[in-house]
Nanobody, 124 residues
Framework: QVQLVESGGGSVQAGGSLRLSCVVS????????MAWFRQAPGKEREGVAL???????LYPDFVKGRFTISQDTAKRTLYLQMNDLEPLDTATYYC??????????????????WGQGTQVTVSS
């Protein structure tokens, strides 16, 4: 079964940067989508970035230009580079995985495998 392990969260001041990592194991297929989601206390989980096996990416407007999703297929690792962080970015960040070649969107229900989460706190 697919396992995902996030790391790289922490506390930064507004305007700072963090890079999150997610190590993927247990998948033997060729096609997949991976994504980063976040959830702040009292709010719904929301997608922040998506990447397919082919390298296609998708971002919502509220992170476009600040966040970059990437992958290292040799290392089986997903990354999220976050720049110009704002207090509203404070949340628990989760990586997610879904097998298959069909297009995916940044919906929680599109993904069946999830990491444990890593906390990001941005102070003003």
């Amino acid at each position: 079964q697919v396992q995902l392990v996030e790391s790289g969260g922490g506390s930064v001041q507004a305007g700072g940067s963090l890079r999150l990592s997610c190590v993927v194991s247990g998948y033997t297929g060729d096609y997949y989508s991976m994504a980063w989601f976040r959830q702040a206390p009292g709010k719904e989980r929301e997608g922040v970035a998506l990447i397919s096996w082919a390298g296609n990416t998708l971002y919502p407007d509220f992170v476009k230009g600040r966040f970059t999703i990437s992958q290292d297929t040799a290392k089986r690792t997903l990354y999220l580079q976050m720049n110009d962080l704002e207090p509203l970015d404070t949340a628990t960040y989760y990586c997610a995985f879904q097998s298959g070649s069909l297009p995916r969107t940044l919906r929680e229900t599109s993904f069946r495998s999830w990491g444990q989460g890593t906390q990001v706190t941005v102070s003003s």
